[in-house]
């Protein structure tokens, strides 16, 4: 924010209410009054304010969504603005650590193809060991999004140029190491993990995922071979799906994984909204449904979990990316429609069947399950 | 029917409007697009349709009249007509509230153009009973 900009900001009136607002979240700390501060300061061009506040806000009430919501558009904010800078300064003095936080704020910001173009120009620039990486991490990045072997195969040769030219860094046999674990290349991944282990030994997590990945390699596929398997199913090894088993009412196979709120959103979404037949949030080998019982609550969590596996191997087939959303539209005997709406994150999804058309409120619900669901995992 | 994928075609971000037949095999297509023949078009979205027709009996469903399929860099319609299924592939970024009702409007011409090339043949099958 410009020195002008903020002065002619700090108007009376701006500050006054600023002022106001701090007051009642002093008294009455709510996620509607941090929410209500945090939107003020955005407004007033203050996102690192805002960020502040919502970051506040969400450690009292972590699942406020309107809070998350300001969070992200704070940090997109933010994240725009240093991303000009950054452009402005590397026109002016380019230097390696300039390129490496663009080439990371890119790829934060999910612009592939704009991070592959700068971790190119770093390379021609000689970026050497470092832009190779970044190239890499795109790559690899493309890789979980589309399946294509092709990324698979580029990340993993930059890794090992990136590794030749810098033995002693950690990052390309970390790359390779995820890559070959999450294909399914156990042995693969155990060599990584041991070269890991002989650059910093007694590391407690590595020795781990070492010890796992030893338990694992008589099960393991060669690299080509996973590489291609994932592409023809669209599945990586630890995307697995066994067939979904909800009871009656809502269910979970593993109650662990799933956070106890996307229950709440379930049973929220049919019950508040009656054009809802049911909702369904998936990730993983778990199914919670809401909204059918017994027999059919399984066959409509098979019928989601099956819209979106056909969806995700469309998008990738076609080259559109991960994917992000189906609506599906049928119509019904008695010119009746029913839609068929899902929301998908690259590993969850949620999905709901309502009578007639979706709406921009079903979509909302959906797209909060699935942030659920990743946050609940993540923790 | 070339004209029909040319309006549609002509909104901004969509790069490719195609009529395939329901086993794929492209009957009309306009654009192109460097990295996807029509020919895989058409077989992705009538193998696609294949699979949601399955999906679709696990949740008491006919088969969907469309489908839309949003990703990070892009969406399709898959549009299911009577003789035939109406594809188009659109880019990220692209107005989708221009090519929903777009698309309507086209389905609705594709239709009556259908109906009266049936109602044309019937006529003249008519004609040679007659005769």
Same mark, same amino acid.
């Given at each position: ?32 009054? +941090? ?107 493309? +890789? ?12 993993? #040769? ?114 508040? #909204? ?59 005997? #008695? ?10 994150? #690259? ?33 | ?131």
């Amino acid at each position: 924010m410009g020195f002008f900009t903020r002065i002619v900001s700090l108007g009376g009136a701006d500050k006054g209410r600023i002022r106001e607002l701090t007051r009642a979240l002093a008294t009455d700390p709510t996620a509607a009054a +941090y929410a209500a501060l945090a939107h003020e300061q955005a407004l007033r061009g203050d996102a690192q304010a805002a960020a502040r506040t919502a970051r506040e806000g969400l450690g009292l009430h972590a699942h406020d969504e309107a809070l998350q919501r300001l969070l992200e558009r704070a940090t997109t904010l933010l994240r725009e603005a240093r991303l000009r800078e950054l452009a402005q300064e590397l026109s002016t003095a380019p230097r390696p650590a300039l390129r490496a936080e663009l080439c990371a704020l890119l790829l934060e910001a999910g612009r592939l193809e704009r991070a592959e173009e700068a971790a190119l120009e770093w390379s021609r620039h000689g970026g050497g060991a470092d832009a190779w990486m970044a190239q890499a991490e795109v790559r690899a990045r493309r +890789y979980f999004a589309d399946r294509r072997r092709e990324d698979a195969r580029t990340a993993l #040769d930059l890794c090992s140029k990136a590794s030749a030219a810098a033995p002693a860094d950690l990052r390309p046999l970390r790359l390779r190491l995820e890559l070959c674990a999450r294909v399914g290349a156990y042995a693969e991944a155990l060599r990584s993990a041991a070269k890991l282990l002989e650059l910093s030994p007694g590391d407690a997590v590595l020795e781990v995922r070492h010890r796992t990945l030893a338990a694992l390699a008589p099960r393991s596929s060669e690299l080509d071979t996973a590489l291609r398997e994932v592409e023809r199913t669209g599945r990586l090894a630890d995307e697995v799906a066994t067939p979904a088993a909800p009871d009656s009412e809502a269910s979970s196979r593993d109650e662990g994984a799933q956070p106890a709120h996307v229950r709440g959103m379930l049973t929220a979404c049919v019950e508040r #909204d009656a054009t809802v037949q049911f909702a369904c949030a998936q990730r993983g080998s778990t199914a919670l449904i809401h909204g059918e019982k017994g027999a059919s609550a399984e066959r409509a969590a098979r019928g989601a979990r099956e819209i979106t596996t056909a969806s995700r191997a469309l998008a990738r087939k076609l080259g559109l990316g991960a994917l992000r959303e189906v609506r599906c539209e049928h119509a019904l005997d #008695d010119q009746a429609t029913a839609t068929v709406l899902v929301q998908a994150s #690259d590993h969850g999804s949620a999905a709901v069947r309502v009578t007639g058309t979706a709406h921009e409120r079903h979509t909302r619900a959906l797209v909060a399950m699935v942030h659920a669901l990743d946050t609940g995992a993540a923790r | 029917m070339k004209a029909v994928l040319d309006a549609l075609r002509n909104i901004g971000g969509v790069r490719m409007a195609a009529l395939v037949m329901k086993d794929g095999v492209p009957v009309v297509c306009s654009g192109a697009d460097p990295a996807l023949e029509a020919d895989a078009l058409g077989a992705l979205a009538a193998g696609y349709l294949r699979e949601l027709e399955q999906a679709a009996t696990a949740l008491s469903l006919p088969t969907p009249r469309r489908a839309f399929v949003g990703a990070t860099r892009g969406s399709v319609y898959v549009h299911n007509l009577e003789a035939g299924l109406l594809v188009v592939l659109v880019d990220s970024g692209a107005p989708l509230e221009q090519v929903g009702p777009a698309l309507d409007a086209a389905v609705t011409r594709l239709t009556r153009r259908t109906e009266r090339t049936t109602a044309t043949l019937t006529h003249i099958d008519q004609g040679r009973g007659a005769a």
